[in-house]
């Protein structure tokens, strides 16, 4: 058997402050993570509010060719222009862009992944698809944008031939 010197030591372990170093270090990589992940959600999220809106375009197109215009918005009167359709309008509202479907263009149209928007107003963090169609100002179709907080139009919807019924 091998004498110790007194001047060596056993090792045992890793010591109180090592430990809350790899600790510290750890978290801090995790939270640089998440972070990061958040950020590539939300663009995912963008992604296919913009697919979504080249999907409910081609079907406008084609509801526009079968039934020679786009219903008026919901909200739409002779003595009031009205306000915006939105996808998340409450259940009690008719359903965004219903006569897509009650047209036999599609069996659901697609509403944004959030869909948590309450009215006109678009406080940070709120979102929805939305359009209007008055007779003598054509078609807006658009959504929010996440990254970074801005307001996107569908572009092209000015072309000659859109009527709003």
């Given at each position: 058997?091998?004498?110790?010197?007194?001047?060596?030591?056993?090792?045992t372990?890793?010591?109180?402050?090592?430990?809350?170093?790899?600790?510290?270090?750890?978290?801090?990589?995790a939270?640089?993570?998440?972070?990061?992940?958040?950020?590539?959600?939300?663009?995912?999220?963008?992604?296919?509010?913009?697919?979504?809106?080249?999907?409910?375009?081609?079907?406008?197109?084609?509801?526009?060719d079968?039934?020679?215009?786009?219903?008026?918005?919901?909200?739409?009167?002779?003595?009031?222009?009205?306000?915006?359709?939105?996808?998340?309008?409450?259940?009690?509202?008719?359903?965004?862009?219903?006569?897509?479907?009650?047209?036999?263009?599609?069996?659901?149209?697609?509403?944004?992944?959030?869909?948590?928007?309450?009215?006109?107003?678009?406080?940070?963090?709120?979102?929805?698809?939305?359009?209007?169609?008055?007779?003598?100002?054509?078609?807006?179709?658009?959504?929010?944008?996440?990254?970074?907080?801005?307001?996107?139009?569908?572009?092209?919807?000015?072309?000659?031939?859109?009527?709003?019924?």
């Open positions: 058997m091998p004498l110790r010197s007194r001047y060596t030591k056993a090792f372990g890793f010591t109180l402050i090592e430990l809350l170093v790899v600790i510290s270090i750890i978290s801090l990589l939270s640089i993570v998440l972070a990061s992940l958040n950020s590539v959600r939300a663009k995912a999220r963008d992604a296919v509010r913009a697919s979504d809106m080249h999907t409910i375009y081609t079907m406008l197109v084609q509801y526009n079968q039934y020679g215009g786009i219903p008026k918005t919901s909200t739409y009167s002779s003595t009031d222009a009205g306000g915006w359709d939105y996808s998340s309008q409450p259940a009690a509202a008719p359903s965004f862009m219903s006569f897509l479907v009650t047209g036999g263009i599609t069996t659901q149209v697609p509403v944004d992944p959030v869909n948590n928007m309450t009215g006109d107003a678009v406080p940070v963090g709120t979102y929805a698809y939305k359009y209007y169609c008055y007779p003598g100002e054509g078609l807006a179709l658009g959504y929010v944008r996440e990254v970074p907080n801005t307001t996107i139009f569908y572009p092209f919807l000015k072309e000659p031939g859109w009527n709003c019924l």
